[in-house]
T-cell receptor
Framework: GAGVSQSPRYKVAKRGQDVALRCDPI?????LFWYQQALGQGPEFLTY????????KSGLPSDRFFAERPEGSVSTLKIQRTQQEDSAVYLC?????????????FGPGTRLLVL | GDSVTQMEGPVTLSEEAFLTINCTYT??????LFWYVQYPGEGLQLLLK?????DKGSNKGFEATYRKETTSFHLEKGSVQVSDSAVYFC???????????FGTGTRLQVTL
């Protein structure tokens, strides 16, 4: 079946622009995560949704970052007034349920470059 | 806070060589431990996992054992192939449906 998909795959933005990154999780998956991966680093957690509820947003680096999942499926990560330090790959992951054994399945990521 | 430390890469090996990639963690409690792999041009994929002390995860010839006494989860493979060239990430997670905490990744390059 289809995996996690993300769009766009690449995004170039001028500093100060707003961007929106989309994640389509695997159908029926309850949990959805966003991670940020800087060049040469491991992914770092941004935020977590259980269905439409955003249960953890402790990793969002500033109030310029906002995420939503209004119908409990597709999610959008929005970055306002982008800065150069926002340049990174943004990864989305989903898992089927809430059990301890659940595997997180990752999308291919959106590579954001802020000039 | 919780953290994962991996050996720095790149690791360059000849085909059929033995592989070890070290991973240690710092955490309050006993997390689940994971190895993820990122092949060139592809997304992160779960390679193997272990959820409690002394568990051994294995997949595709790779193995890692959850060592509570040394807080380690080293990745091993007896005979690497060129197709194993990728970036390997060690990660930990507490509880259900919670975030993964990753190491910085180790790039493996296997040559003929």
């Amino acid at each position: 079946g289809a995996g996690v998909s993300q769009s766009p795959r690449y995004k170039v933005a001028k500093r100060g622009q707003d961007v929106a990154l989309r994640c389509d999780p695997i159908s029926g998956h309850v949990s959805l995560f966003w991670y940020q991966q800087a060049l040469g680093q491991g992914p770092e957690f941004l935020t977590y949704f259980q269905n439409e509820a955003q249960l953890d947003k402790s990793g969002l680096p500033s109030d310029r970052f906002f995420a939503e999942r209004p119908e409990g499926s597709v999610s959008t990560l929005k970055i306002q007034r982008t800065q150069q330090e926002d340049s990174a790959v943004y990864l989305c992951a989903s898992s089927q349920g809430l059990a301890e054994q659940e595997t997180q399945y990752f999308g291919p990521g959106t590579r954001l470059l802020v000039l | 806070g919780d953290s994962v430390t991996q050996m720095e890469g790149p690791v360059t090996l000849s085909e059929e060589a033995f592989l070890t990639i070290n991973c240690t963690y710092t955490a309050t409690g006993y997390p689940s431990l994971f190895w993820y792999v990122q092949y060139p041009g592809e997304g992160l994929q779960l390679l193997l996992k272990a959820t409690k002390a002394d568990d051994k995860g294995s997949n595709k010839g790779f193995e890692a054992t959850y060592r509570k006494e040394t807080t380690s989860f080293h990745l091993e493979k007896g005979s690497v192939q060129v197709s194993d060239s990728a970036v390997y990430f060690c990660a930990l997670r507490f509880g259900t449906a919670s975030k993964l905490t990753f190491g910085t990744g180790t790039r493996l390059q296997v040559t003929l």
